[in-house]
C-alpha cells in the first residue's frame, strides 16, 4: 500500500481520491468486504498517516431509502444493493480514522465515454433488441427514477471539492446541522427516469420502447429471479453473435447482462443541491440526451467494443 503513495521527489500528494471497489452487482459479501470496504479502509488509513490534505472516498447514491422525492445528504439510509451495503459500511469506518482528512461523494448512475455500468447496459441491451427487430419494453413504470450524472461532471466535482475542502472556505457549511463529514451527492439536474432514458433510446437506436404493463410487473416482483433469467437468456446469444458479426474477438466491459439488484422497482432519486450551494459548483451537461449518449457510444466504438 505505501508504496501507492510514495513519489520520487518524496513528498506528499495533497489529495487522494478512491475510485477503486467491486463494481459488480450480486457478488458473495466476502468479495465486497474484501474489494470494496477493505480496500477503502487499507487507502484511508494510509491517507490518514500521510497527512493527506484530502481524501475523497467515492460512495453511492444506493445508500438511501427508496423514494421518489430527491433524497438530501442527512435523509434516511437503507442501502438496497450489496455495493451500497459494503460503501455505507466504509462511509461510517473512515469517519473514525483519526486523523482522515475525510469528504464522501455519492454518485448517481454514472454515465459517459468509455462508462460501462447501468446506462451502458442498457444501451447493449438496446442494441440487441434492435437486431432482432423487437420491441424493448420496461418493468415497472415510466416514472422510476433512475438520477444520472456525466462522467464529465463527476470528475470536475471531485477536483472542485477537494479544492474547497483545502482552501478552508466553509462559510456556507453548518456543522451542526449538516455534520462534521462532509457529504455530497454528485447528480445533474435532469431528474432522469426510466421513462426518459427509453424515449431516449428511442430516438437513437430507431427501436419501438415500452413498459409492461402491471399485471407482468407485478409477477416480475414476485418472481423476479426467473424474470431476469429470461431476459438474460433471450439477450446473451445475440449480443455474443453481433460482436462475432462485428469481428470483435476481445470483447469489451460492455454486455446485456442486467443484473437482478437493478431491476428492482427501486428509486435511485437524489438531491444534488447541497454541492452547487455550498461548493458553488455548476453542471457543464446538466441533463442527459440524444447527443450525448450517441457520444457514448461513438467512444466504445473506438474502443472495439460496440457492435
Not at 55 to 80: A, C, N
Request: contains cysteine; glycine residues 8%.
Amino acid at each position: 500500500m505505501s508504496r501507492i503513495f510514495d513519489r520520487t521527489d518524496g513528498k506528499q500528494w495533497d489529495y487522494v481520491f478512491n475510485c477503486g471497489g467491486e463494481t459488480k452487482y450480486s457478488q458473495e459479501d466476502e468479495v465486497y468486504k474484501l474489494r470494496s470496504l477493505g480496500l477503502s479502509l487499507a487507502v484511508g488509513k494510509e491517507a490518514a498517516k500521510r497527512g493527506v490534505k484530502c481524501f475523497v472516498e467515492l460512495s453511492t447514491g444506493m445508500v438511501y431509502k427508496p423514494d421518489s422525492s430527491p433524497s438530501k445528504e442527512q435523509d434516511k439510509l437503507k442501502p438496497w444493493s450489496k455495493i451500497a451495503v459494503f460503501k455505507l459500511q466504509a462511509e461510517e469506518e473512515l469517519a473514525k480514522i483519526e486523523g482522515l482528512n475525510l469528504v464522501v461523494v455519492r454518485l448517481a448512475h454514472v454515465y459517459g465515454p468509455y462508462a460501462s455500468q447501468w446506462v451502458a447496459t442498457a444501451l447493449s441491451m438496446a442494441r440487441t433488441y434492435k437486431a432482432l427487430e423487437s420491441e424493448m419494453k420496461w418493468l415497472w413504470t415510466k416514472d422510476l427514477r433512475q438520477n444520472t450524472v456525466h462522467i464529465h461532471d463527476v470528475t470536475r466535482a471531485l477536483w472542485a471539492i477537494a479544492g474547497w475542502y483545502t482552501t478552508g472556505n466553509k462559510a456556507k457549511w453548518d456543522e451542526k446541522t449538516m455534520g462534521k463529514i462532509p457529504i455530497f451527492n454528485v447528480v445533474d439536474k435532469g431528474v432522469t427516469t426510466q421513462g426518459a432514458l427509453a424515449d431516449i433510446i428511442g430516438q437513437v437506436f430507431g427501436i419501438e420502447t415500452g413498459f409492461q404493463g402491471s399485471l407482468i410487473s407485478t409477477f416480475a416482483k414476485l418472481n423476479l429471479d426467473s424474470v431476469v433469467d429470461e431476459v438474460n437468456d433471450e439477450l446473451l446469444g445475440p449480443w455474443a453473435e453481433l460482436l462475432e458479426d462485428a469481428g470483435i474477438t476481445k470483447p469489451g466491459p460492455l454486455s446485456p447482462f442486467m443484473e437482478k439488484e437493478l431491476l428492482k422497482d427501486t428509486d435511485l432519486s437524489m438531491d444534488g443541491s447541497r454541492l452547487e450551494d455550498v461548493v458553488g459548483f455548476v453542471y457543464e451537461k446538466p441533463k442527459i440526451s440524444k447527443e450525448l449518449i450517441e457520444e457514448v457510444i461513438e467512444s466504445y466504438k473506438r474502443m472495439n467494443w460496440w457492435p
